[in-house]
């Protein structure tokens, strides 16, 4: 069983929906991320947060927008996405900093942008 | 740019031994990665090798040539459920890890 849960777990929205994913870890990690994977695709980093605050923005569209409330808790607040947004929005937590630890990732959420 | 290469997909039988290449070229190198995806599910951590040889653990083995930008993942005596995708990443000198886009591992009976 993972210490990393998302919901939904499955999630279909118009253009013009305004949705969130919402991740939460039970790990006591420092450090959470968002990915996207799309088939056949490498995982692209979109978002780091490291002790809440985030470090990196791999150039993400604005129609994407993060929030870490917590160490705990990541969201993923969308709104008029476009149909290549659809793919699968991985979560993962990791002890954090610079430490080299392996990631922890959620099952995810699969989205279809209709 | 950076890059991770690796087979997109190979078949093996069960029982067999099978060797999953990866070739990265990174800005920096602070470690590979390799990881397991079953369908539908989350990413797990198989290994992590930082130094030039082979680590092992039980039935998986992970090479590394830092000279040769260059990694393998070995499975031997192969099951069922060994039926993934397996990911490299290699993690650059800002500690950002770089992803291949996975090898789909077959496993016939």
């Known amino acids: 069983e993972t210490g990393v849960t998302q919901t939904p777990r499955h999630l279909v929205m118009g253009m013009t929906n305004k949705k969130s994913l919402k991740c939460e870890q039970h790990?006591?990690?420092?450090?959470m991320y968002w990915y996207k994977q799309s088939a056949k695709k490498p995982l692209e980093l979109m978002f780091v947060?490291?002790?809440?605050?985030?470090?990196e923005n791999n150039s993400v569209p604005s129609r994407f927008s993060p929030e870490c409330p917590n160490s705990s808790h990541l969201f993923l607040h969308l709104h008029t996405l476009q149909p290549e947004d659809s793919a699968l929005y991985l979560c993962?937590?990791?002890?954090?900093?610079?430490?080299?630890?392996?990631?922890?990732f959620g099952p995810g959420t699969r989205l279809t942008v209709t | 740019g950076q890059n991770i290469d690796q087979p997109t997909e190979m078949t093996a039988t069960e029982g067999a031994i099978v060797q999953i290449n990866c070739t990265y070229q990174?800005?920096?190198?602070?470690?590979l990665f390799w990881y397991q995806q079953h369908a539908g599910e989350a990413p797990t951590f198989l290994s992590y090798n930082v130094l030039d040889g082979l680590e092992e653990k039980g039935r998986f083995s992970s090479f590394l040539s830092r000279s040769k930008g260059y990694s393998y993942l070995l499975l031997k005596e192969l099951q069922m459920k060994d039926s993934a995708s397996y990911l490299c990443?290699?993690?650059?000198?800002?500690?950002?890890?770089?992803w291949g886009a996975g090898t789909k591992l077959i496993i016939k009976p």
């Open positions: 993962a937590s990791s002890q954090g900093g610079t430490d080299l630890y392996e990631q922890y």
């Open positions: 790990l006591g990690h420092n450090a």
């Open positions: 947060y490291n002790f809440k605050e985030q470090t």
């Open positions: 990174t800005s920096g190198f602070n470690g």
């Open positions: 990443a290699v993690m650059d000198s800002n500690y950002q890890l770089i």
